[in-house]
T-cell receptor, first 115, second 113 residues
């Protein structure tokens, strides 16, 4: 079965640089979520999109932005990178964001290292 | 504040034991609860999803229960194997928090051969 695809899998950037993470949801899934997991921490919700519109916003820094495109893939843009942005970034997808019950399926993550 | 807590933080058992992992949450108005497995430095694998109207879900050697009124869920692993060694995370989707999942800090399980 098709899974959530994230690219790149690993990314090394220097401070103050920019990074773009991509997420391709499971076919026919219309909702995408982004989570950040710092070293030794649990995943923290950043932002989500349903039908190309932002549906929820969590603890996402102003330096970060994201969008969902017409083919439902999503990109997380990160600017002015800081050392503290080093983390594993997960994308998840589901069918629908409203109402109850929809299971979120997670991708393998992008490991971002800021030096 | 809506929080998820997992106890214990780490657990070490001999192979073959049955074990229980605990998850508690502060607000009983949930949509669903998911249990995940995470290997070191790897992604999140969904194990079981329990809807708010359900009491338990089973998949192979895994059984997850949900008691909304007491704000608790348990993950039961039967006949544990060394391959079960991983961090187990529970995550809650609350009725008032949109579609986001709130994770506990996980239980790091080691099954010794």
């Amino acid at each position: 079965a098709a899974g959530v695809i994230q690219s790149p899998r690993h990314l090394i950037k220097e401070k103050r640089e920019t990074a773009t993470l991509k997420c391709y949801p499971i076919p026919r899934h219309d909702t995408v979520y982004w989570y950040q997991q710092g070293p030794g921490q649990d995943p923290q919700f950043l932002i989500s999109f349903y039908e190309k519109m932002q549906s929820d916003k969590g603890s996402i820094p102003d330096r970060f932005s994201a969008q969902q495109f017409s083919d439902y893939h999503s990109e997380l843009n990160m600017s002015s990178l800081e050392l503290g942005d080093s983390a594993l970034y997960f994308c998840a997808s589901s069918v629908g964001a409203l109402g109850r019950g929809y299971e979120q399926y997670f991708g393998p993550g992008t490991r971002l290292t800021v030096t | 504040k809506q929080e998820v807590t997992q106890i214990p933080a780490a657990l070490s058992v001999p192979e073959g034991e049955n074990l229980v992992l605990n998850c508690s949450f502060t607000d009983s108005a949930i949509y669903n609860l998911q249990w995940f497995r995470q290997d070191p430095g790897k992604g999140l694998t969904s194990l079981l999803l329990i809807q708010s109207s359900q009491r338990e879900q089973t998949s192979g050697r895994l059984n997850a229960s949900l008691d909304k009124s007491s704000g608790r869920s348990t993950l039961y692993i039967a006949a544990s194997q060394p391959g079960d060694s991983a961090t187990y995370l529970c995550a809650v989707r609350w009725e008032t928090s949109g579609s986001r999942l709130t994770f506990g800090e996980g239980t790091q399980l080691t099954v010794n051969p």
